[in-house]
DNA sequence: ATGAAAGCGCTAACAA
DNA sequence: TTGTTAGCGCTTTCAT
């Protein structure tokens, strides 16, 4: 394996001590500009490149931030974790990334990540925190940042989830539609609990009462629901409500209203004309598809966090802080006025 | 930060030397039951967690791979990187990511990870290999392999690029187009260059000049030119050209094909009445926009590329393998048969 | 400013 | 089988 040389041979080379050498490595002040160099030139001769773990063992520190993360297939959070491969690429972390498919293997990976100095902080991606891992976390003082989740001990960074589909939903209700259903997601996930309640909560504040039947989730739980199966398979079942079927929809996200676009076509329903419907999170293909939809600031929230853990790191003592980004509507081409039909 | 327990007061407080604390915790043979339960139960008394860098340190080596990936955004590396993951997962080895946007960076990663120890090996994404770095890599005998990429030194595992293209303009050649266009990306990308292979072979074998005009690629080179932007661009090249367009497309990626159909549809230009249309990639959306593909076994690559990287690392005198998947075409509605038109 | 020496927490060779 | 000891390659006092 690459180079056996040590700070040893590079000091032996030098002409100094080892010490010297490792103070050259680490920029210490207290070493002339000509040892210094000379030094230098010895490492660069002798292609020294530093043991990582030997300095991670002696410095108590690792310099690595740890990501667990759920299904990172899809694109939201590709796009995040984005964000924050640019924000530890600028601080000179490594990312290590645990994929978990479930609860117990978060506990598993945040087990190995307690290891003392194993990593330096963490983000929490997506999950809801096992409460029994709460306690543990905490006095472990492991700076820890919670992405599209929440929990009162850990900072966060997340959008106003209610707020947005409050939004959209109002969007449609503007829009002339009393009758709206909405496409949900597992409740196992907090973002999907927020926005029904945010959805629920726009329907109560104009007078229509909120009923259970309007909300459907699809048979398919994987990725929490948040896929397109899930939102074609629900949007199957509204169809089959007849003229029951409400005349618009707000879905929890991009990606299922895509499922029930095209559940839509099949039936052939056509959007906006006989259909409306508004997503969530303004995927890339959102765009194309010139759906409506409320807008996350996906990348700019990984980079959020890291800078956020980072300051946690510096000051492990500040106040726990939840920083919320607002989802901005974003009018496209899958929503129109409520019409009253003939048959 | 977590446990400041060692393997010293575990050894003390089950009365035992800190080797045989060592050997349970390496499950070596030579402890005796007894022992070894009293030992663990000390273990889990105190929460004991061992320190994974002296264990590394120690060890001489890291259990932990390294995947150097550009763009990890795209739907393209992000199935692959799950079957990497899970690969990675079921080895109990970590992954760290570094995320690179250009050659000289891909080069940067390189010189950290051949740190002695650093990592146990190498997976490198979509990547043509800086030929200066090769000498340093084959020194360092780190086991090493390529994904959707190919260099005669390493192992690699990627897809016929070349018979797919081949295949998918072919399928074009079938419905009895004779004058198809192609939307390229970058030429550094050592999977576009392999597919514009393919496409002048199939022309050439079906006796159709290779004409330049009929290829062009997106001035967006964001990933290669593999993005939307790009292919919708190219299309609108294509567009201008009026009755000197293509009746057909082979596009090299799904996500481009997306952009070109979007660039149609501006252009009232129908899909498949007016113009046909090959993808490559068989992404998630592929299906729901019915687009005609070839399909890449993403997930699998991901996978294999484990797999093999671990028999390299088992036995790194291995004679180097390049394992290639066959694309396969995906009909769906996005071709249709040449006819004449009228004007 | 610099060298020597004592850790960091573990593994592994060596005795016993 | 088990304890002791010498590394692993670095950082960091503590003298000088």
């Given amino acids: 394996m690459a180079s056996r040389i040590t700070i040893y041979e590079i000091a032996r080379a030098a002409g100094v001590g080892i010490g010297t050498v490792s103070r050259v490595l680490n920029n210490h002040p207290s070493v ?21 773990y030997a300095q991670r063992l002696a410095r108590h520190h690792s310099e690595t931030i740890c990501a667990v993360i759920p299904f990172f297939t899809n694109y939201f959070f590709a796009e995040i974790l984005r964000g924050v ?4 690429g600028r601080l000179g972390y490594d990312l290590v990334l645990f994929g978990v498919n479930d609860v117990s293997q978060a506990e598993s990976s945040i087990a190995r990540a307690l290891q003392r100095g194993r990593v330096d902080g963490m983000l929490f991606f997506s999950m809801r925190l096992p409460e029994k891992v709460v306690p543990r976390l905490r006095e472990a003082r492991l700076p820890i940042v919670l992405v599209d989740s929440y929990h009162p001990d850990f900072d966060s960074v997340s ?4 707020n947005g589909a409050y939004d959209a939903t109002e969007h449609l209700l503007s829009l002339g539609h009393c ?3 909405m496409i949900t997601a597992s409740q196992l996930s907090i973002s999907a609990g927020e926005r029904l309640d ?6 109560e504040k104009n007078g229509i009462r909120y009923s259970k039947e309007l909300v459907k989730a699809g048979a ?5 629901g948040f896929n397109r199966e899930a939102g074609c398979e629900a949007m199957s079942d509204f169809v089959r409500m007849g003229s029951e079927m409400p005349s618009a929809f707000f879905v929890s996200s991009d990606i299922q209203a895509i499922g029930a676009l095209a559940a839509l076509s099949e039936h052939s329903l056509r959007v906006p004309d006989d259909v409306s419907i508004v997503g969530f999170d303004d995927i890339e293909l959102a765009e194309h598809l010139r759906l409506t939809t409320m807008r996350q600031p996906m990348y700019e929230m990984g980079e959020t966090a890291v800078e956020r853990l980072r300051a946690r790191m510096e000051d492990p003592d500040m106040d726990v802080l939840h920083r919320t980004f607002s989802p901005q509507l974003i009018v496209r081409d899958t929503c129109g006025p409520f019409i009253v039909k003939g048959r």
Avoid: F, S
């Avoid at 959008?159 to 209610?162: F, G, H, L, Q, Y």
């Avoid at 945010?198 to 329907?203: I, M, N, P, V």
């Avoid at 398919?220 to 929490?224: D, I, M, S, V």
């Fill in 32 to 52: 002339t500009p000509e040892t210094r160099q000379k030094v230098r030139d010895v490492m660069r001769r002798m292609r020294y490149q530093p043991h990582t």
């Fill in 85 to 88: 491969q640019e924000g530890i």
């Fill in 159 to 162: 959008v106003a989830n209610a």
């Fill in 179 to 181: 009758r709206i259903g």
């Fill in 198 to 203: 945010g959805y629920k909560r726009a329907l």
């Fill in 220 to 224: 398919n739980t994987k990725e929490h």
